[in-house]
């Protein structure tokens, strides 16, 4: 969503390449504002109202002026990208993720209400503070670190083991993460930065689905957690960098004459 909507703003997508970019997360995408003011404002369904298409949500980031998008992927513990108590920042934490739209002055938060339905909810937002940039070299590397640490801190605690069958689960979830299709002009080490991130985090879920771990007591259990938080925190960095250095070359790229 941030990528291509940018990318439509910026001149270098259709509108319909948007459109049918995000159906690779879900058919049905449903926009509504979060609540009946910014519904009123923003000219878009209210929450209780039948959600209206994707082309509605585009049509008003660009009515209010809207220049390129931010990926937000908040956490407890890590609240960057939000704007305070707000209702947009809880319903962030809660989802995990969110599109910022800053000079739009607005916010959307993805949730699956359905199988096949993705509800995307429209929330207005007051300048967000300044974002951290981030080098998409030293977020790769800080992954690839945090990785290796990970596995050393693990081994020493004694809280790692091997089953028969991990390397296929982690295949298998892989291959089931949406593929999606991205603008001409992205830069490739994003795409493999984006493809590296996916692989560890698909790693993630099978050390922390695997209860207890290999883990002998609670105490050890939660230095399993305590040990794998980093390469959480360094996986979420490494896809905020690269889909922001994307956003930044098709920036780049419009402003450039021709």
Same mark, same amino acid.
């Given at each position: 969503?941030?990528?291509?909507?940018?990318?439509?703003?910026?001149? @270098?997508?259709?509108?319909?390449?948007?459109?049918?970019?995000?159906?690779?997360?879900?058919?049905?995408?449903?926009? $509504? @504002?979060?609540?009946?003011? #910014?519904?009123?404002?923003?000219?878009?369904?209210?929450?209780?109202?039948?959600?209206?298409?994707?082309?509605?949500?585009?049509?008003?980031?660009?009515?209010?002026?809207?220049? @390129?998008?931010?990926?937000?992927?908040?956490?407890?513990?890590?609240?960057?990208?939000?704007?305070?108590?707000?209702?947009?920042?809880?319903?962030?934490?809660?989802?995990?993720?969110?599109?910022?739209?800053? #000079?739009?002055?607005?916010?959307?938060?993805?949730?699956?209400?359905?199988?096949?339905?993705?509800?995307?909810?429209? $929330?207005?937002?007051?300048?967000?503070?300044?974002?951290?940039?981030? /080098?998409?070299?030293?977020?790769? $590397?800080?992954?690839?670190?945090?990785?290796?640490?990970?596995?050393? #801190?693990?081994?020493?605690?004694?809280?790692?083991?091997?089953?028969?069958?991990?390397? #296929?689960?982690?295949?298998?979830?892989?291959?089931?993460?949406?593929? /999606?299709?991205?603008?001409?002009?992205?830069? !490739?080490?994003?795409?493999?930065?984006? !493809?590296? =991130?996916?692989?560890?985090?698909?790693?993630?879920?099978?050390?922390?689905?695997?209860? /207890?771990?290999?883990?002998?007591?609670?105490?050890?259990?939660?230095?399993?957690? !305590?040990?794998?938080?980093?390469?959480?925190? =360094?996986?979420?960095?490494?896809?905020? @960098?690269?889909?922001?250095?994307?956003?930044?070359?098709?920036?780049?790229?419009?402003?450039?004459?021709?």
């Amino acid at each position: 969503m941030v990528v291509w909507t940018s990318a439509w703003l910026h001149g @270098a997508a259709a509108s319909d390449d948007v459109i049918d970019a995000v159906r690779t997360w879900s058919e049905v995408n449903q926009i $509504h @504002a979060a609540d009946e003011e #910014t519904a009123l404002r923003r000219e878009l369904p209210g929450p209780r109202d039948s959600g209206a298409g994707l082309a509605l949500l585009l049509a008003s980031i660009r009515r209010a002026d809207g220049d @390129a998008g931010e990926l937000v992927l908040p956490v407890a513990g890590d609240a960057r990208g939000l704007d305070g108590s707000t209702e947009f920042s809880k319903n962030a934490m809660r989802r995990g993720e969110a599109a910022v739209f800053p #000079t739009a002055g607005l916010a959307v938060v993805p949730e699956r209400v359905a199988e096949g339905i993705l509800r995307w909810t429209v $929330h207005e937002v007051s300048e967000s503070p300044a974002r951290e940039h981030t /080098p998409v070299g030293e977020a790769e $590397h800080g992954m690839s670190s945090a990785m290796r640490e990970a596995a050393s #801190t693990l081994t020493e605690l004694d809280v790692s083991h091997s089953r028969p069958g991990v390397r #296929t689960e982690i295949a298998a979830n892989v291959a089931s993460r949406p593929q /999606p299709s991205w603008p001409e002009g992205v830069p !490739q080490r994003c795409l493999r930065v984006l !493809q590296r =991130a996916t692989e560890v985090e698909a790693i993630l879920r099978v050390a922390t689905e695997d209860a /207890p771990g290999g883990a002998v007591s609670a105490s050890a259990d939660r230095a399993r957690g !305590q040990a794998l938080r980093p390469l959480f925190a =360094a996986v979420r960095t490494a896809r905020r @960098a690269a889909v922001g250095e994307m956003v930044r070359t098709l920036a780049h790229s419009a402003d450039k004459p021709h």
